[in-house]
């Protein structure tokens, strides 16, 4: 079992940057694909993030190639999502996610709030 709780979300105007933290408690950190995902109200969760437990290999959305970075530390367990040129539609609630692959999600985070202001 696999405990996840996101931080570092907030308000910022666009064009700013934000560093989203994901630590993880149970399990062993360096087995499981971790993801961010994120959800505005109304509409369908997005799949941003995904990095492999050697961090050899990560998928990023194309909505958010280019600004946006994953990395882990697996001596800390812990995963990243750094966000730089934010825009007012990165707006949402981010989630972290583990999963055996990066297909399948089985332990998800509470979220944090990332509102960018125009």
């Known amino acids: 079992q696999v405990q996840l709780v996101e931080s570092g979300g907030g308000l910022v105007q666009a064009g700013g940057s934000l560093r989203l933290s994901c630590a993880a408690t149970g399990g062993t950190f360096s087995n499981y694909v971790l993801g961010w995902f994120r959800q505005d109200p109304g509409k369908d969760r997005e799949y941003i993030a995904a990095?492999?437990?050697?961090?050899?290999?990560?998928y990023l959305n194309d909505l958010v190639k280019g600004r946006f970075t994953i990395s882990r530390d697996n001596a800390e367990n812990m995963v990243y999502l750094q966000m730089n040129s934010l825009k007012p539609e990165d707006t949402a609630v981010y989630y972290c996610a583990a999963g055996r692959d990066g297909y399948d999600f089985d332990y998800w985070g509470p979220g944090t709030q990332v509102t960018v202001s125009s």
């Open positions: 990095i492999d437990g050697a961090s050899i290999g990560t």
